[in-house]
T-cell receptor, first 115, second 114 residues
Framework: NAGVTQTPKFRVLKTGQSMTLLCAQD?????MYWYRQDPGMGLRLIHY???????AKGEVPDGYNVSRLKKQNFLLGLESAAPSQTSVYFC??????????????FGEGSRLTVL | GDSVTQMEGPVTLSEEAFLTINCTYT??????LFWYVQYPGEGLQLLLK?????DKGSNKGFEATYRKETTSFHLEKGSVQVSDSAVYFC?????????????FGKGTHLIIQP
């Protein structure tokens, strides 16, 4: 089973460039999340979605946009990349609210470097 | 707001040693508590959980007990192996069942030497 798949896994951008990270899940989960992981900071929630067509801001949403046009896909966009957005990005999904079960399923991560 | 505090490490142990990774939390109400593990090059995966006070979660030889009186959820294992080398994250849920996922600690890097 594929579970949660993120593309691309690695990307190098120049300051000001734009890009989109794609997250796809094949478990028919309602909830999807984007986190960033930075040294000494743990995981911080960027945006999340509670179902197709919905999105909401997390702890660190500035500089990012998201879309959930299809239930299985959750896209994270950077319109004008900045060096501060150099990070490892993780997508996760859950059947119900992650708070209720704790069972978040994570992708393998996407390492983004902004020069 | 909710928060999770855990030792960051790295924690270096010899194979077969006893492991404790401390985790304390601050939350309103009575959250559920979790330990996630991240092996090198992989995403996080759920290791164990406890949903109410005095519950003990266990998996793969790891255990943690939900202690409401000390607001703690320490991770323990009696005899670690090299394959346990990973980053361990303590996390909690919003007791109100909010949709915004979990609150994670900063992670503890565990290194087990043969």
């Amino acid at each position: 089973n594929a579970g949660v798949t993120q593309t691309p896994k690695f990307r190098v951008l120049k300051t000001g460039q734009s890009m989109t990270l794609l997250c796809a899940q094949d478990m028919n989960h309602e909830y999807m999340y984007w986190y960033r992981q930075d040294p000494g900071m743990g995981l911080r929630l960027i945006h999340y979605s509670v179902g197709e067509g919905t999105t909401a801001k997390g702890e660190v949403p500035d500089g990012y946009n998201v879309s959930r046009l299809k239930k299985q896909n959750f896209l994270l966009g950077l319109e004008s990349a900045a060096p501060s957005q150099t990070s490892v990005y993780f997508c996760a999904s859950s059947r119900t609210s992650g708070s209720n079960t704790g069972e978040l399923f994570f992708g393998e991560g996407s390492r983004l470097t902004v020069l | 707001g909710d928060s999770v505090t855990q030792m960051e490490g790295p924690v270096t142990l010899s194979e077969e040693a006893f492991l404790t990774i401390n985790c304390t939390y601050t939350a309103t109400g009575y959250p559920s508590l979790f330990w996630y593990v991240q092996y090198p090059g992989e995403g996080l995966q759920l290791l164990l959980k406890a949903t109410k006070a005095d519950d003990k979660g266990s998996n793969k030889g790891f255990e943690a007990t939900y202690r409401k009186e000390t607001t703690s959820f320490h991770l323990e294992k009696g005899s670690v192996q090299v394959s346990d080398s990973a980053v361990y994250f303590c996390a909690l849920s919003d007791a109100g069942g909010g949709a915004d996922g979990l609150t994670f600690g900063k992670g503890t890097h565990l290194i087990i030497q043969p």
